[in-house]
């Protein structure tokens, strides 16, 4: 990170093993507990998904818990 770098880790097998390197900053991580080999076609729609879910999450952190959501 002081060099300007983006850290990735590769081989993240668990959970436990993507919240520690999380904690410590590491800005990317791939491996079996992201995401199994997949077909090209699969890659896509799991890409598509992730990606709803990571717009869904910014929204509900944006919006005050109290507001109604509608």
């Known amino acids: 990170h002081a060099?300007?770098?983006?850290v990735?880790?590769?081989?993240?097998?668990t959970l436990e093993v993507l919240e520690h390197l999380?904690?410590?900053?590491c800005d990317?991580?791939?491996g079996w507990?992201?995401?199994r080999p997949m077909a090209g076609e699969a890659m896509v729609t799991w890409a598509g998904e992730?990606?709803?879910?990571?717009t869904r999450l910014q929204v509900e952190r944006a919006v005050p818990a109290q507001l109604p959501r509608g």
């Open 33 to 35: 507990h992201v995401a």
């Open 50 to 54: 992730l990606q709803d879910a990571t």
């Open 8 to 13: 990735v880790a590769e081989g993240v097998e």
């Open 22 to 25: 999380a904690a410590l900053g």
């Open 3 to 6: 060099l300007g770098l983006t």
């Open 28 to 30: 990317e991580a791939q």
